[in-house]
Nanobody
Framework: QVQLVESGGGLVQAGGSLRLSCAAS????????MGWYRQAPGKQRDLVAT???????NYADSVKGRFIISRDVAKNTVYLQMNSLKPEDTAVYYC????????WGQGTQVTVSS
């Protein structure tokens, strides 16, 4: 059974930084891609950033230049470094792994105060 476990969320002031971690229960190269999505109250779940097996990255326009997705293959972990946080970044952040099926973590809350 594949598990993705997020950590690192919390409360931060606008302009601050947080780093989210997603630990996978198996080798992350077995996923075609991994990424981060977020869902604010009353809104749909939206893509934030993805990283492919080859290392290519993709970002939502709203986070380009502020967020960085990276990985540590030895630790089977994907990270999301979030800088210059804004109140509109407030959401539950979910880790995603694509391997035929979509695998999701339980989510971690990020709250940015103004």
């Amino acid at each position: 059974q594949v598990q993705l476990v997020e950590s690192g969320g919390g409360l931060v002031q606008a302009g601050g930084s947080l780093r989210l971690s997603c630990a996978a229960s198996r080798n992350i190269f077995r996923f075609n891609a991994m990424g981060w999505y977020r869902q604010a109250p009353g809104k749909q779940r939206d893509l934030v950033a993805t990283i492919s097996t080859g290392g290519s990255t993709n970002y939502a326009d709203s986070v380009k230049g502020r967020f960085i997705i990276s990985r540590d293959v030895a630790k089977n972990t994907v990270y999301l470094q979030m800088n210059s946080l804004k109140p509109e970044d407030t959401a539950v952040y979910y880790c995603n792994g694509q391997a035929g099926l979509d695998y999701w973590g339980q989510g971690t809350q990020v709250t940015v105060s103004s």
